[in-house]
């Protein structure tokens, strides 16, 4: 009867980010097996010391580092305005969002006080600096911010319990250019990322009512766009579009990685890089 790798020998090659084939291969018998995976292990733990090697000789920079700047870089270019807003986000601000306890959303926030908590997306602050940049700017208002979020219970291999998004926001256009310049922007985003291929489609979103998710295989951003009934608690009249993009979810498909976790904020990956090599 074939022998498989076992568990652990599965776990270990998965780490070290091997091919998921490779996992699968069968055995005449547990000996031989044996030596192949330690074959295959070494093999792999020196493709993981050669990219660390890079990442200090040459690149010098991990790719959510790199992709957030790509992706500044895109947008300032294209006459957006960055903008660093606080992590910590008000009770009140979340309400407005028609995030209460009553909220699916409202058992993953980590609250800090019993009014503040670390924020779960960007849009509450982006809603607040529309509002005043309509006072201050003509029209259109083009804004945009990359930061962390923070979400508990989000678990599995395609999420984070701190993750970085990207929310732009583009406010004052016709109102029937909208859904062409939702596209116009969700192609920048896509481009400065370097993912080509990618779709729409219409979603239910638990904040918003309807979405158009930004779908590459997986679920890698989503969009709105106003007038929505959110708006009115803002104090925002104007029509406009929205994206929202998960950094590390961009890259995990972009490298083809299975496990968002080697992407993300970590002490045990250092650029999709397992240390205990």
């Known amino acids: 009867m074939p022998v498989s790798l076992t568990e652990i020998q599965k776990q270990r090659l998965r780490e070290l980010n091997a091919p998921p084939a490779t996992c699968e291969t069968l055995f005449v018998t547990a000996q031989e097996r044996d030596r192949s995976f330690q074959e295959i292990e070494k093999r792999w733990a020196e ?39 606080p992590i910590l986000l008000s009770k009140g601000l979340l309400e407005k969002m028609s995030i209460t306890e009553e909220h699916s959303l409202w058992k993953q926030i980590y609250w800090v006080s019993p009014n503040k908590c670390l924020r779960p997306m960007l849009a509450p602050h982006l809603y607040v600096l529309m509002r005043t940049l309509n006072r201050l700017w003509a029209k259109p208002i083009r804004i945009f911010e990359v930061g962390p979020c923070f979400r508990k219970e989000s678990t599995g291999s395609q999420h984070l319990d701190e993750f970085t998004m990207l929310n732009l926001v583009e406010m004052g256009l016709p109102e029937e ?94 650029d999709g890089v397992r240390l205990n090599i």
Not at 180 to 206: F, G, H, N, W
């Open 47 to 85: 493709e993981n010391r050669q990219r660390l090697l890079k990442l200090r000789d040459t690149d010098r920079r991990p790719a959510l580092c790199e992709l957030e700047r790509r992706l500044v870089d895109a947008l300032t270019s294209a006459s957006f305005v960055q903008v660093v807003t």
């Open 177 to 270: 250019r909208r859904h062409e310049r939702l596209k116009e922007l969700a192609d920048l985003v896509m481009m400065a990322a370097r993912i080509k291929s990618y779709e729409l489609a219409s979603t239910p979103s638990e904040v918003y009512g309807k979405t158009i998710d930004v779908v590459a295989g997986t679920e890698v951003g989503s969009s709105a766009m106003g007038p929505h009934h959110l708006d009115q608690a803002w104090g925002v009249l104007d029509p406009w579009v929205g994206l929202g993009f998960g950094l590390e979810r961009m890259i995990m498909v972009r490298e083809g990685h299975e496990n968002i976790h080697r992407v993300g904020r970590s002490l045990v990956y250092l």
